[in-house]
């Protein structure tokens, strides 16, 4: 094997590697993996030539979300639960919001200052699920850009899915004052060039909201070649906190706020792994593990978010 060299600070010293098999869709196809002890960044040694291979018609960031998202009375209430949120200025938003599973992307944007006309980009987005939602909640200037879909999609008047590489779209001379990539990010070869794509499209004052799995975690430690989130071949980097600001800081952002947001599947996933059954595998959570096996792992999850452990995280990055 030739010397590794890390892709994202450079270091060439000290690399420990790990054999991980592909354990999602169950192929065992077998990658090598290294960690770099200087940033922390684990990362695949080579990238496949045929990643597209791993991406089946079945991934589920593509399959069709569009089922039952369009009714009117879901769109008004939805619109009301984000007022309520936002701007504190609808009743029954505030009502149904205390009495419904909450909408997950408010968490993530109420304290971004973005208003409902304001241009957001969802990058990686997949058939768009993310961008209807917000649409129903009453944002209208929603995109979306995405390599491995089919074609170009448009939804009502207001969406608009790109099938473009990241590089190939951030040509355009648009800006957006939210960008998101929610667990997109590791799946890009080229790290540097997403982050130069990023700033040429995000505006002055605009966010860059990153959502990733991250390797400086309790589940990588415990874990390492078993964990969930190592997702080879598709995960091609599992960044710490380290690693990810000094590709931010390297290209012009600073690191504003992180919100961890890991969550049970961190165990039910890799104690999978641990068994050899795949994620694609018939046999459901809830037949292998206990109830309170699944509230152990439910309290896990809760106190490592706490002490900045949880093996995921919500990173919002401005232009310094």
Known sequence: ????TCRICGNID???HYTVKEMMMGTHDV???FQCPSCGCVQISEIPANLGKYYPENYYSYRSKTKNLSYKLRSWIDRQRVLASLRGTSTVGSIVNRYSKPLEY????????IDFDSAILDIGCGQGRLLLRMSMGGFTNLTGVDPFIDNDISYYDNIRIHKQ??????????????????HSLEHMPEQDQAFDSISKLLSPVGTALIR??????????????????LDPPRHLYLHSRDSLDLLAKKHGFSISKVVYDSAKFQFTGSELYL???PLSSDKKTRDIFSKKQLETFENKAAELNNTAKG???IFYLKKS
């Open 165 to 182: 590489d990241l590089a190939e779209f951030s040509d355009s001379k648009h800006k957006y004052d939210l960008i998101m990539l929610h």
């Open 106 to 113: 408010i968490s993530w944007i109420k304290d971004i200052q």
């Open 311 to 313: 093996d995921q995280a």
């Open 212 to 229: 990733i799995p991250l390797a400086d975690s309790y589940a990588w430690e415990h874990y390492r070649e078993n964990w969930v989130q």
């Open 1 to 4: 094997m030739a010397r590794q």
């Open 31 to 33: 990658f090598d993996y």
């Open 14 to 16: 000290g690399l420990k």
């Open 275 to 277: 068994r050899d059954i």
